[in-house]
């Protein structure tokens, strides 16, 4: 199920980046008109849903490693959600400081951070 859905996420992310962009600004910031991404964004976009979309096909054992990569940014994400989201932004957007997340930007990373390490933990305890 996870990786069915990852992999559509991954699909309209490699064939459409630019409009799955839109909708998680439209959702997660309160000016999401006002920011302007770096040049690189969209291509980067597109290079992670590829090699997110091999790492989950190539075979079952780069499937159990994108599951322990996921834990990894989990971790991250869960302890320390504002530096997370923040050093994103200054890396992603070129007018970073202009940008104003919603108020439940920072606990939502903090959530979507545990759900990672819920499924790298799942993984590692399979084994």
Not at 19 to 38: M, Q, W
Not at 45 to 69: C, H, N, P, Q, T
């Amino acid at each position: 199920m996870l990786r069915k859905i990852l992999t559509a996420v991954c699909i309209v992310e490699l064939v459409s980046p630019k409009a799955l962009i839109a909708a998680a600004e439209r959702v997660a910031l309160e000016n999401p008109g006002e920011c302007e991404y770096e040049p690189w964004v969209v291509p980067g976009a597109r290079i992670e849903g590829l090699l997110f979309l091999v790492l989950m096909w190539r075979s079952d054992a780069s499937y159990s490693g994108f599951k322990k990569l996921l834990g990894f940014i989990g971790v991250l994400a869960f302890l320390f959600p504002r530096a997370y989201v923040d050093y994103g932004s200054e890396l992603a957007y070129a007018d970073a400081t202009d940008c104003e997340w919603r108020s439940w930007v920072y606990p939502g990373t903090r959530a979507v951070g545990l759900l990672y390490l819920s499924i790298a933990l799942r993984e590692l305890l399979r084994k």
